[in-house]
C-alpha cells in the first residue's frame, strides 16, 4: 500500500510569510494527525481530524496556525504569519482500523 | 494528562555491544497502548512495536526485544550486538486508545561507533 505523501519536503522562507504544508493519508485511513516536531524533540500533536472532523485541536496556535481536511481525505496545514520559532519538521500521520499509525516523511521549514 | 520519559538523550556505543534504552510513562487510565519508534537521519518516523497496556509479556524480535513493566510503569528496549546502522534517534510513545494521538517522549539518540 502507498504511504503517506507529504510535501513540499524542505521550504525556506522569511519570518512573516506564509507557507502551506500538504499531507495525502493511506487511502481508507479516517484519522489523520499532523505533529511538530521541533530539533532535539519528540513531535507534538498539532491537530486530529476523524474524517473531516477536529478531534483535538487544543495545542494548535490558533492565531497564526489553521488546517482543514476537506472531504475527508488529503489535509492542509498552514501558518500564516511565520515565526522564527516555527521552525520544525511538520509530520503528518494518518491510521486505520488496525490501530496502526502510518507516518509521512515530513515536511521540514525553515524561517529566517 | 499523559507523559512519556525518555532520561537519556544520547548513548554511544561500539558496535557489538548490547544498549538498552529506558522508556517511563505517565498515566492514569488503565487502557493504554505503548510504542517504539525509530527516526533515521532521513527523518521519517519507523514503526518498530505496540503493546496494550493488558500484554506484559515481553517480546523479542531478532536483535531487538522489549521490556513491559507495569510496575514501574516502564517500556525498556533493548539491541542486542548492536550495528552501525541502529544508529537513529528512538522514540517512546503512549496513546489512550487506539486511534488516538500518541504522546512521545523527548528521544534518545543512538550512536553506534565501528
Known amino acids: 500500500e502507498a504511504g503517506v505523501a507529504q510535501s513540499p519536503r524542505y521550504k525556506i522562507i522569511e519570518k512573516r510569510q506564509s507557507v502551506a504544508f500538504w499531507c495525502n493519508p493511506i487511502?481508507?485511513?479516517?484519522?489523520l494527525y499532523w505533529y511538530q516536531q521541533i530539533l532535539g524533540q519528540g513531535p507534538k500533536l498539532l491537530i486530529q481530524?476523524?474524517?473531516?472532523?477536529?478531534?483535538?485541536d487544543s495545542q494548535l496556535p490558533k492565531d497564526r496556525f489553521s488546517a482543514e481536511r476537506l472531504k475527508g481525505v488529503d489535509s492542509t496545514l498552514k501558518i500564516q504569519p511565520a515565526k522564527l520559532e516555527d521552525s520544525a519538521v511538520y509530520l503528518c500521520?494518518?491510521?486505520?482500523?488496525?490501530?496502526?499509525?502510518?507516518f509521512g516523511s515530513g515536511t521540514r521549514l525553515t524561517v529566517v | 494528562a499523559q507523559k512519556v520519559t525518555q532520561a537519556q538523550t544520547e548513548i554511544s556505543v561500539v558496535e557489538k555491544e548490547d544498549v538498552t534504552l529506558d522508556c517511563v510513562y505517565e498515566t492514569r487510565d488503565t487502557t493504554y497502548y505503548l510504542f517504539w519508534y525509530k527516526q533515521p537521519p532521513s527523518g521519517e518516523l519507523v514503526f518498530l512495536i505496540r503493546?496494550?497496556?493488558?500484554?506484559?509479556q515481553n517480546e523479542i524480535s531478532g536483535r531487538y526485544s522489549w521490556n513491559f513493566q507495569k510496575s514501574t510503569s516502564s517500556f525498556n528496549f533493548t539491541i542486542t550486538a548492536s550495528q552501525v546502522v541502529d544508529s537513529a534517534v528512538y522514540f517512546c510513545a503512549l496513546s489512550l486508545n487506539a486511534g488516538n494521538m500518541l504522546t512521545f517522549g523527548g528521544g534518545t539518540r543512538l550512536m553506534v561507533k565501528p
Open positions: 503493546r496494550n497496556s493488558f500484554d506484559e
Open positions: 500521520a494518518s491510521s486505520g482500523d488496525n490501530y496502526g499509525y502510518t
Open positions: 487511502s481508507g485511513h479516517a484519522t
Open positions: 481530524f476523524q474524517n473531516n472532523g477536529v478531534v483535538d
